[in-house]
């Protein structure tokens, strides 16, 4: 080449650095196909296509290029910011790893990232592939406070209800109804009476018991299943008795009618403790009028008036959960107070109880409720409850939803 020309000695020194670059392109393939290293290179340069006459034109002494294919039809694409220039000695020089971290610096967010959940290496610019950062899952929504506060109070209202309509079901109930009948019509028409009553002022002799009704019966000084008793040393009297009247109008009378020898000023005050009819009925969830003149008393009226009590009976019916009947009678009670006379003068004061029957009868049923009630009562709570949960629920959710975006300045 002593005599050659310039432009053959460029020629020949452009020919050998293509040669010293495709030596050490290969000896970089070689070193990034050893384990642990990342796979593949960077494209090799183009090599030389001839020798040095076949590539300079004698005449002009220029390169020979050749044609470039058309370029494809692209959509518009912001200009990228221009690449430095590459040195392809000093990326030998420098190793795979900073060429890689040279070239993903360069080319930025445009490389895609690796799936959700670990890293993966995605390909880089020129072949090589690289390890990208593992992306976090989004993290879940924070439950809303209001929303399991209306999820608790729902269960704590169902756990409620639930267990007033156990006790409801366990225990039994009472219903009573009214009908027009005679309950009792084993009775032979009769109507057992109990008096307990007291005159302290009245000696025991000259009390007695009479009875009439519009039957015609009049008995005077009744005596069957009675019993006096002396108070305050033989002053006094208490009465208690045991008979029976019959289902029509009529009165009984405590007065001193049946007493051998009327007193002058016979003192009729006293204490009623009882006077009840028919059975004795004591039921806890029954309260009824059974023993309505319990307690009267009447030790401050005057000693020589007479007492009217006026009476209306009403039969009662109770049938327990067996079936067995019992038969007793409430009443409601009127009173007057008043000194009777004639025209033979002032009348015998008398204590009187006069009485008239209701046709109507008062039955209490004792029962539980039936178990399909129960089911379907339970039923209706919890769907009901978490229907109405669920409404609730909704419109808090969507009440914080807005909430956040009027924060957030996305609703007006």
Request: hydrophobic content about 35%; aromatic content about 8%.
């Amino acid at each position: 080449w002593g005599d050659a020309s310039p432009a053959k000695q460029r020629a020949s020194s452009y020919c050998n650095s293509l040669s010293s670059n495709k030596k050490t392109q290969k000896a970089f393939q070689k070193k990034a196909k050893e384990p642990g290293r990342h796979q593949g290179a960077h494209p090799a340069p183009a090599p030389c296509a001839g020798s040095a006459a076949s590539r300079f034109s004698a005449a002009a002494g220029r390169p020979l290029r050749a044609p470039r294919p058309a370029p494809k039809a692209q959509p518009p694409q912001a200009s990228p910011a221009p690449a430095a220039a590459r040195n392809p000695a000093a990326e030998a020089a420098a190793g795979p790893a900073a060429q890689w971290a040279e070239r993903c610096a360069a080319a930025g967010p445009s490389l895609p990232g690796p799936a959700a959940g670990g890293s993966e290496a995605r390909a880089g610019p020129g072949g090589r592939r690289g390890p990208q950062p593992a992306r976090r899952p989004p993290a879940p929504p924070a439950p809303c406070p209001l929303t399991s506060g209306v999820s608790v109070c729902c269960c704590l209202f169902i756990l409620f209800l639930f267990l007033s309509e156990l006790t409801g079901f366990i225990a039994t109930e009472i219903v009573n109804e009214l009908y027009v009948d005679d309950p009792d019509k084993d009775s032979g028409g009769k109507i057992e009476v109990n008096l307990n009553i007291s005159l302290p002022n009245l000696h025991c002799e000259l009390v007695g018991l009479d009875i009439q009704d519009e039957m015609g019966r009049h008995e005077v000084g009744h005596i069957d299943n009675s019993m006096k008793i002396p108070l305050n040393n033989g002053d006094g009297c208490r009465f208690e008795g045991h008979f029976s009247i019959n289902k029509v109008p009529g009165n009984f009378h405590v007065s001193t009618h049946s007493a051998t020898a009327q007193p002058q000023n016979p003192d009729m005050t006293h204490i009623i403790h009882k006077l009840s009819f028919g059975d004795k009925l004591q039921v806890q969830n029954v309260h009824g009028a059974f023993n309505a003149l319990e307690g009267a008393d009447k030790l401050s009226s005057n000693p020589l008036a007479s007492h009217d009590y006026i009476l209306k009976i009403v039969p009662t019916v109770y049938e327990d959960m067996s079936g067995k009947q019992r038969y007793s009678y409430q009443y409601t009670v009127a009173n007057k107070e008043y000194v009777a006379y004639s025209h033979t003068g002032r009348i015998i004061p008398a204590i009187w109880f006069r009485y008239d029957l209701s046709p109507i009868t008062v039955k209490y049923t004792e029962r539980r409720q039936p178990l399909y009630r129960f089911i379907t009562s339970i039923c209706a709570i919890i769907g009901g409850t978490f229907t109405v949960a669920g409404i609730l629920d909704s419109c808090i959710f969507t009440a914080s939803e807005a909430w956040k975006k009027i924060q957030l300045g996305k609703m007006q």
